[in-house]
C-alpha cells in the first residue's frame, strides 16, 4: 500500500470513528488509539514509523496555537500558580521520579538516559481529558488549569528533554549550566511568540481579503515554531504565545474572516487530532520488536507506567495545600476540595508528544527500544485506562459542572440588548428618514430581551419558546431556499445568483442555531 493511500485510509477511518465514539459517547482520542492497535494488526499492512519531525514540524504547532487561541488569558492569570505548579514543578518532579525508578531497573542506561526517559513520559495532553470534561461536566476550574498546564509543559519537558540527549552524546552534564539554559530557552521562546503574535495582529488588521487573512492564521504557528527552534529557544512557547495573541488580531478583522477561519480551524483540528491518536496506535508492531525479553520488559514498562501516574498524585496535594499554609495565599484564593485535587492528579493522560520524543532519539542512543516501549506503554495506560475510567470516578467524586457561566451569558446578552435599544433609541433622531427599519430593529430587540427575562424566570418555558421560533423561522429559510433553487431550475437566475442566495441564507440559518 502506498503512502497516499494509507493516508487516505487513515482519513477515512479517523471520520467513522469519531461517529463510532460520539454514537457511544466514548472520548474520541481512546477510540483513535484502540482503532490504531486493531489497523496495526491487519495482515497485509506495512509497519509505519511516525516520523518524529511530522509531529514535532506538522502537527504540533498548530495544535499549541490553537489551545493558545481558546486559552482565556484572565482564567489563565487566575489560576497562574497552580498551572506553574504542574506545568513546571510537576514534570521535573515526574523526570526525576521516572529517572530513579529507571537507574534501579536498569542502571546500564546512565542517569542521564534515564532523565531522558523521564522526559519523555513527563508531559501530559489534556485533549484527551478535556474530551471527557465537556461530555461530564467538571467545575470550570479544573479545566483551565488543565488547559494552561498542557499549553507549557510541553515546553518543560523538551528542554529537560534535549539536555538529557546532549548529556548522553558529551558524556559530562553541568547542572548550573542548564539551569542557565533553561531560562534563556523559555525566555527566548516567548520573546519570538510576541514578535510573530504583534506581526500578525498588523497584517490582519490591514489584509482585508478573507482567503489570505485565514491563511495567514494557519500559518502562523508554524512562523513561530519553526524561528524559534532554528534559534535554539523554545518552539512551543513561541507558538502558545502567538496562539495567545490571535484572540486580539481576530478581534480587528472582519466577520467574514472570523467565520471563514473558525470553519478552517475546525477542519484542521478535527483532522490533526484524529491523525495524531490513529497514529500512536499504529506504531505498536515497530514498538514491540527487537525487544529482547519482553516479559522482563514488559514488568519494567509497568512499573514505569504506575511511578508516573503516582507521581502526579503524589504532587498535587503538597502543591494544593502546602502554599495555602501562607495566610495571604489562603485569603486570596481558598482551598479546594480533595476530590478536585484527586480529578485533576488523576487526569495527566500522555499523547502524542510522549511518542514523538521517544521516536526522535538518536539510533544509537543507549536502550532507545526499551524507552520506546515504556513510551507507548504509558501512552496506553494513561491514555486509555485512566480515560476510560474518568467518567465513573467524576460521577463516584460529585463533582458538579459550574452553572455560572450560563447565568453570565444570560446576563450579559440582557445587557447587550439594553445597549442595543439605547443606541436605536438614538439613531432615529440621526436617520429620520429609516424609522421603519429602527422600529423594526426594535421590535426584534425587545422581544429578545422579554425572552431573557422570561428564562432567567423559567428557563424551560424560555428554552421551548426558543425551539419554536428556531422551528418556524428555519422553514421560512427553507422556503426562500427552495425558491431561489425553483428560479434557477426555469433558468431566471444564474448559479452564482444562487449561490449567493444560498450563502446569505446559511448565515442567517448558522445565526439561528448559535
Known amino acids: 500500500m502506498r503512502e497516499i493511500e494509507l493516508v487516505l485510509l487513515l482519513l477515512v477511518l479517523v471520520t467513522a470513528l469519531t461517529l463510532v465514539a460520539r454514537r457511544f459517547t466514548v472520548p474520541y482520542p481512546i477510540v483513535m488509539v484502540l482503532g490504531g492497535l486493531v489497523l496495526s494488526q491487519v495482515p497485509g499492512l506495512p509497519d509505519f514509523q511516525l516520523p518524529p519531525d511530522l509531529v514535532f514540524f506538522v502537527f504540533l504547532p498548530p495544535l499549541l496555537f490553537a489551545g493558545g487561541y481558546f486559552t482565556s488569558l484572565r482564567e489563565f492569570k487566575a489560576n497562574l500558580r497552580p498551572i506553574i505548579l504542574l506545568a513546571f514543578g510537576l514534570v521535573i518532579f515526574t523526570a526525576a521520579v521516572v529517572a530513579a525508578v529507571t537507574y534501579m531497573l536498569t542502571p546500564a542506561l546512565t542517569w542521564a538516559g534515564a532523565f531522558a526517559l523521564g522526559a519523555i513520559v513527563a508531559p501530559p495532553d489534556a485533549v484527551a481529558a478535556t474530551a471527557i470534561f465537556q461530555r461530564v461536566g467538571v467545575p470550570r476550574r479544573i479545566v483551565t488549569i ?14 529537560i528533554y534535549r539536555f538529557a540527549v546532549a548529556a548522553v552524546a558529551a558524556g559530562t552534564f553541568s547542572l548550573i549550566q542548564a539551569g542557565g539554559s533553561f531560562v534563556v530557552v523559555l525566555i527566548g521562546g516567548v520573546a519570538v511568540g510576541v514578535v510573530v503574535g504583534f506581526t500578525g495582529e498588523w497584517l490582519l ?19 513561530a515554531y519553526l524561528p524559534a527552534e532554528t534559534l535554539g529557544v523554545s518552539g512551543v512557547l513561541a507558538t502558545v504565545v502567538a496562539g495567545l495573541f490571535a484572540r486580539r488580531a481576530l478581534s480587528r478583522s472582519s466577520s467574514d474572516v472570523r467565520v471563514v477561519g473558525t470553519a478552517a480551524w475546525q477542519m484542521v483540528l478535527f483532522l490533526l487530532n484524529g491523525l495524531v491518536f490513529m ?5 505498536l508492531p515497530s514498538v514491540v520488536s527487537g525487544l529482547g525479553d519482553f516479559n522482563r520488559v514488559l514488568g519494567d514498562a509497568a512499573i514505569l507506567a504506575l511511578a508516573v501516574v503516582l507521581a502526579r498524585i503524589v504532587w498535587v496535594f503538597p502543591a494544593t495545600y502546602l ?8 485569603r486570596a484564593n481558598p482551598s479546594p476540595p480533595w476530590r478536585a485535587v484527586f480529578l485533576i492528579g488523576w487526569s495527566g493522560l500522555r499523547g502524542v508528544v510522549t511518542l514523538a520524543a521517544a521516536l526522535a532519539l538518536p539510533l544509537d542512543f543507549p536502550a532507545r527500544r526499551f524507552i520506546l516501549f515504556v513510551a507507548f506503554t504509558v501512552i496506553l495506560v494513561t491514555l486509555v485506562g485512566q480515560g476510560l ?5 467524576i460521577k463516584k467524586l460529585g463533582l458538579a459542572p459550574d452553572t455560572s457561566a450560563s447565568h453570565d451569558e444570560v446576563h450579559a446578552r440582557g445587557l447587550t440588548t439594553e445597549a442595543a435599544l439605547a443606541r436605536l433609541e438614538e439613531l432615529r433622531a440621526r436617520w429620520p428618514g429609516h424609522l421603519e427599519l429602527i422600529d423594526q430593529l426594535r421590535d426584534r430587540y425587545e422581544h429578545r430581551a422579554r425572552h431573557d427575562e422570561q428564562h432567567h424566570e423559567d428557563g424551560g418555558a424560555a428554552e421551548q419558546e426558543l425551539l419554536e421560533h428556531g422551528l418556524i423561522r428555519r422553514e421560512v429559510i427553507d422556503a426562500e431556499r427552495q425558491a431561489a433553487v425553483d428560479l434557477r431550475d426555469r433558468g431566471v437566475i444564474t448559479d452564482d445568483v444562487l449561490r449567493r442566495i444560498e450563502r446569505d441564507l446559511d448565515l442567517e440559518d448558522l445565526r439561528m442555531e448559535a
Open 389 to 393: 475510567t474518568l467518567p465513573l470516578l
Open 146 to 159: 488543565l488547559e494552561g498546564e498542557s499549553l507549557v509543559n510541553d515546553a518543560t519537558a523538551l528542554v
Open 279 to 283: 497514529l500512536i496506535g499504529l506504531q
Open 323 to 330: 502554599s495555602r499554609l501562607i495566610p495571604s495565599v489562603r
Open 205 to 223: 488588521a490591514n489584509i482585508h481579503d478573507t482567503a489570505i487573512a485565514v491563511m495567514i492564521t494557519l500559518l502562523a504557528p508554524f512562523a
